[in-house]
């Protein structure tokens, strides 16, 4: 008997979808004007001049159009598994022809969990710098770190209700950002010359560190990772649809801060961050609370987006299997409390180690970069197995590598300011998964399999062998054997040695992990009549194992058709 679980995957493009697209992918890439431009104006060792801004902007607008938008709008979010995207999703598509890829797989899952450590931390932290403009007396981390709490401890809750307001406040986040954007250029118009790339090859060839200069404006394409890796949530068309309001709002606001830098050099001392500073000073308190808005949700999606990374993790066997929760109805949105208090204890310890933003953003990107490298790697062979020519599959490795491998550089002068913690937490990550990765097929290379056929009339026999007492009614087992014609001989020996277990129907239950991300499928077969069944459970890598209640459903389902 053939039949298929209870599912649901729907993406359309639609208005709900594109409100909902808004708060759920965007929070990362959509806050990084918070910090970008402080970071490129801290960096400026030779002063500031129309062409140094000129150029930082023409690199910021660059990056967003050949990273964000050709590289992953465009073609990455092609490569879907089965409307899924994401690291561990590509991985999947090309793990039968390329197995040793799982180490590119684990390194770029483990980069993307380091990230989302540091990014509640310095979204959260930047925000309520704000409210330094207003008093230098008041104090930002023990604000932050109630935040960042409040963040956490929801989480077992669910943030269904919270959630449903994602989408709207993030539209008046980017209506903001353009607006403010727009308020500054009107003064300063000559700004919009950054659009011309002259002024970014100027910044990174004659500018004295100029080229280290790419490891701030490598924060503005941070979140990019996340078009991808929610593709599943929310759709191609959605994404592809809400990133041309997001990019036209982020480029306006750059160009905004461009703007009031240049008609305000003699004004800016340390620490000023232009953001902030663009804002009317009645709209002030409006702006910081806004901001603090939107980096909550930041916040948000790069947890949830953790649990996400973490429960294909454990069906890929990447990750030590953990209690997973599901506290709302929503289809994927789970609760995993390990990574959650591990994650927290993580956001803590950062915000009271680096105490400021400004010394947070020598440790945040550089792990992106490198999940980011292992992304282009994969697509590559992506690429192959779909048969493209060799030599556009070179262009874009050429072109990414160079690109990528430019930021990395840039962002590697940052290591001993701080970018070793993320590199810490990365590569302790990278060892756990590596090291379960290869002991479960260690352990799966001992495990010793017998024909179940031998043991038939044995299992026949005590099943109606009144003299053994009954154990069950019925007896269950998982079986890692792929053939129902084989069993571990652990099973066996479980049933049949020392302490008979007499039950009236015997049953063995297989689980097997699809590289499509939500199939949903079972088979039943009747080895021996009313004795021994088999079920095959066929299940996506992005399905939570619940086997009892697939279970349950089966049952339910041999029932109903007697």
């Known amino acids: 008997m053939n039949s298929k679980l209870k599912t649901s995957h729907i993406t359309k493009l639609t208005l709900t979808g ?28 030779a002063g500031i001049s129309s062409d140094f801004i000129f150029g930082a902007i023409s690199c910021i607008i660059w990056t967003l159009t050949l990273q964000s938008t050709l590289k992953y709008v465009l073609i990455t979010l092609r490569a879907d598994n089965n409307g899924e995207g994401g690291i561990f999703s590509l991985y999947a598509l090309i793990r039968k ?18 990230d989302g450590i540091i990014t509640p931390s310095i979204t959260v932290i930047s925000a309520v710098e704000g409210l330094n403009l207003f008093s230098n007396s008041i104090s930002v981390v023990p604000i932050a770190l109630l935040i960042i709490t409040a963040i956490f401890v929801i989480q077992q809750f669910g943030t269904k209700l919270l959630g449903e307001s994602f989408g709207p406040i993030m539209f008046i986040w980017f209506l903001m950002l353009g607006v403010l954007g727009v308020s500054q250029i009107v ?15 100027k910044l990174l060839t004659e500018y004295p560190g100029g080229f280290l200069l790419l490891g701030a404006v490598f924060l503005c394409t941070t979140g990019a990772e996340a078009l991808y890796s929610d593709l599943g949530h929310c759709g191609l068309a959605n994404i592809r649809v809400t990133w041309i309001y997001v990019k036209i709002c982020l480029i306006l606001n750059y160009l905004g801060q461009g703007a ?11 620490g000023t961050n232009p953001f902030f500073m663009i804002m009317p000073h009645w709209f002030l308190i409006i702006g910081v609370f806004i901001s603090t808005a939107a980096a909550v949700i930041a916040s948000q999606a790069l947890i949830s987006g953790s649990y996400t990374i973490i429960s ?24 995993i409390p390990s990574v959650n208090w591990i994650l927290y204890a993580a956001c803590v310890c950062v915000i009271l180690f680096f105490q400021e933003s ?40 050429l072109t990414y590598l160079c690109i990528e491998g430019s ?69 269950v087992y998982m079986t890692k054997a792929n053939y129902k014609s084989d069993i571990e001989q652990k099973i066996i020996y479980s049933i049949i040695n020392k302490k008979p277990k007499r039950a009236d129907c015997y049953w063995f239950l297989h689980l097997d992990v699809l590289d499509e991300p939500h199939t949903m499928e079972y088979k039943v077969e009747t080895l021996i009549p009313d004795v021994l069944i088999r079920v095959d459970f066929r299940i996506g890598f992005k399905v939570q194992p619940r086997v009892n209640l697939f279970f349950k459903q089966v049952l339910e389902e041999l029932v109903k058709n007697n």
Do not use: C
């Open 260 to 270: 009031w830098v240049l008609n305000n050099v003699g004004k800016i001392v340390g």
């Open 312 to 335: 294909e993790a454990i069906l890929l066997n990447f990750w030590p299997k953990v209690k997973i929760s599901y506290p709302t109805t929503i289809k994927g949105q789970m609760y």
């Open 358 to 397: 400004s010394n947070m953003e020598a440790a945040y990107g550089l792990s992106i970069t490198i999940t980011m490298l292992m992304t282009t790697l994969l697509l590559s062979f992506y690429l192959r197995l779909r048969k493209i020519p060799i030599f556009y599959i070179g262009i874009f490795l």
């Open 97 to 114: 022809k390329k197995r040793w890829t799982f180490v590119l797989a684990i390194i770029g899952g483990a980069a993307l969990l380091a």
């Open 18 to 45: 594109l409100i909902v697209t808004l708060g759920i992918v965007y929070g990362d890439l959509g806050t990084s004007p918070l910090y970008v431009m402080k970071a490129i104006v801290s960096g400026a060792t």
């Open 407 to 475: 930021f990395l550089i840039a962002n590697l002068h940052k290591f001993s300011k701080g970018g070793w913690v993320t590199i810490l937490i990365a590569g302790i990550i990278f060892f756990i998964m590596f090291v379960w990765y290869r002991g479960r097929n260690i352990k799966k290379q001992f495990t010793e399999f017998v024909k179940v056929r031998k043991y038939y009339p044995v299992l026949i026999d005590l099943s109606k062998d009144e003299s053994i007492q009954k154990y069950s009614t019925n007896l």
């Open 187 to 201: 003064n300063y118009p000559q700004i919009i010359n950054a659009f011309n790339p002259y002024y970014a090859v």
